[in-house]
T-cell receptor, first 112, second 115 residues
Framework: DTGVSQNPRHKITKRGQNVTFRCDPISEHNRLYWYRQTLGQGPEFLTY????????KSRLLSDRFSAERPKGSFSTLEIQRTEQGDSAMYLC??????????FGPGTRLTVT | GENVEQHPSTLSVQEGDSAVIKCTYSDSASNYFPWYKQELGKGPQLIIDIRSNVGEKKDQRIAVTLNKTAKHFSLHITETQPEDSAVYFC??????????????FGKGTKLSVIP
C-alpha cells in the first residue's frame, strides 16, 4: 500500500481528445507531486502542490496541461488536445517524513 | 538544473552474487539521494535513501554509499534473489535552482537475477 490511489490505471484516447487523471492520497499530506515517465526513462517532475497552491511547474507542463488540487486533498491532471507525445505513465507522489516521496501506481496513457 | 547519470543501463547477475549500480549528479547543492525499485506496471517503490550528511547507510541486503566530493552515490545489493529483478532508479533533490522538492531521476538500471 503506497498511500496513494490513481484513477484510471489505463487510458486509451485518440489524438485531439481531452483526458483527466485523478490522484487520491489515503491520508492528509500538505504536498503532492506529479511526474511523467516515458518508456525506458526515469520519472520527470511536472508540478507540485503545497495544500491548494500549485507552487512549481516544469517546462514539460505545456499550456495544454492543467493541474488542480481544489481542497488540498485529491488532485487532478488534465491534458487538452492530446498528442501522441503525451503517451506516458503519469505518476502522483506524496511525502513521507520530508524529503521522502512515495509514488502511486500511476495512470498509463496511450494516445492513438 | 540537476542532471543525474546512472550506470549500467542493464545488469545481469547470478543468484547469490552482488549487484552494484552507480550514479553521478551535477548540482553540489543536492542533499538527498533516494533509490527506487520499479516492477513492471507499478509505480516506483522507495527502497533506501541517504542524506548528504551521511556517507553510508545499510538496510539488510541493500546499502547505499555517497561520495559528496566526487558527486557520486551507489546502490549495493548483496546475496541477490530472483525477486530483486526489476528496474532501479537513483534520484537527487534539494539542489539549487528549480526548487528543492523535485526529484531528478537517472534513466534506470534493469537488473536481472538469474536463478
Amino acid at each position: 500500500d503506497t498511500g496513494v490511489s490513481q484513477n484510471p490505471r489505463h487510458k486509451i484516447t485518440k489524438r485531439g481528445q481531452n483526458v483527466t487523471f485523478r490522484c487520491d492520497p489515503i491520508s492528509e499530506h500538505n504536498r503532492l507531486y506529479w511526474y511523467r515517465q516515458t518508456l525506458g526513462q526515469g520519472p520527470e517532475f511536472l508540478t507540485y502542490f503545497q495544500n491548494e497552491a500549485q507552487l512549481e511547474k516544469s517546462r514539460l507542463l505545456s499550456d495544454r496541461f492543467s493541474a488542480e488540487r481544489p481542497k488540498g486533498s485529491f488532485s487532478t491532471l488534465e491534458i487538452q488536445r492530446t498528442e501522441q507525445g503525451d503517451s506516458a505513465m503519469y505518476l502522483c507522489a506524496v511525502p513521507g517524513r520530508s524529503p521522502e516521496q512515495y509514488f502511486g501506481p500511476g495512470t498509463r496513457l496511450t494516445v492513438t | 538544473g540537476e542532471n543525474v547519470e546512472q550506470h549500467p543501463s542493464t545488469l545481469s547477475v547470478q543468484e547469490g552474487d552482488s549487484a552494484v549500480i552507480k550514479c553521478t549528479y551535477s548540482d553540489s547543492a543536492s542533499n538527498y539521494f533516494p533509490w527506487y525499485k520499479q516492477e513492471l506496471g507499478k509505480g516506483p517503490q522507495l527502497i533506501i535513501d541517504i542524506r548528504s550528511n551521511v556517507g553510508e547507510k545499510k538496510d539488510q541486503r541493500i546499502a547505499v554509499t555517497l561520495n559528496k566530493t566526487a558527486k557520486h552515490f551507489s546502490l549495493h545489493i548483496t546475496e541477490t534473489q530472483p525477486e530483486d529483478s526489476a528496474v532501479y532508479f537513483c534520484a537527487a533533490s534539494g539542489g539549487s535552482g528549480a526548487g528543492s522538492y523535485q526529484l531528478t531521476f537517472g534513466k534506470g538500471t534493469k537488473l536481472s537475477v538469474i536463478p
